[in-house]
């Protein structure tokens, strides 16, 4: 029993001392994608305030409004996403189809999910991997405490709380992302719904017109 015991144990070890190179690597991708994130995020807050920044919906509108040049004015949007969704309802209009309208906001809907889903994986990846970073060193560094291996002892808790400082740092600035994106690409999103919603009462009173006319 004994046996079979320290026989679990040694392979428990094994398996976390083959982790600590992953996931060493690991923490230094999620500082390198917080790092993408970061700048795609800082390039995003600059067109949405440099100077004579149109709002979305009046951008949307315009370009609904002549689909033919939809494509220089989409580039005036505040981002990627939502200059790709003022194309797609620009498309919708020159086809006259309300069911495109509606499918352009729901692939709005499932861009912005998917974009946000990048950094709320940071949100969690970052401090689990911060923690099995910190926990794996200490094993060895026990031991090397035992011995009397002072050295080994500092270098493998340097390393240890190195990888909480990255891991903590991923996941609050990550969080702070997902939360700035989300109020943001909200307003973009109502921007793009009432810009729909008037492009359809102008139809609307323009057939009504048209009717009280004949």
Do not use: C
């Amino acid at each position: 029993m004994i046996a079979s015991v320290d026989l679990t144990g040694r392979a428990l070890s094994g398996v976390a001392t083959a982790l600590k190179i992953p996931v060493q690597i690991a923490a230094i991708v999620l500082l390198a994608v917080l790092a993408f994130e970061l700048g795609r995020i800082a390039t995003e807050s600059w067109r949405r305030v440099r100077p004579g920044v149109t709002p979305l919906e009046r951008i949307a509108t315009t370009a609904m409004s002549d689909p033919a040049d939809a494509a220089r004015i989409a580039r005036s949007a505040p981002g990627p996403l939502s200059e790709l969704a003022v194309r797609q309802l620009a498309s919708a209009a020159a086809a006259n189809s309300p069911d495109g309208y509606e499918t352009a906001l729901a692939d709005y809907e499932l861009r912005i999910q998917r974009r946000l889903d990048r950094t709320r994986i940071l949100v969690r990846a970052g401090p689990a991997v911060g923690l099995m970073g910190t926990l794996i060193p200490l094993a060895p560094g026990l031991g090397a405490l035992g011995q009397g291996n002072y050295s080994e002892l500092a270098s493998d808790l340097r390393l240890a709380f190195s990888a909480t400082v990255i891991g903590l740092l991923v996941g609050t600035i990550a969080f702070a992302l997902t939360l700035i994106r989300t109020r943001v690409y909200t307003e973009d999103l109502a921007g793009l719904e009432r810009a729909v919603a008037t492009r359809g009462a102008t139809h609307q009173r323009l057939a009504t017109v048209g009717d009280h006319s004949a």
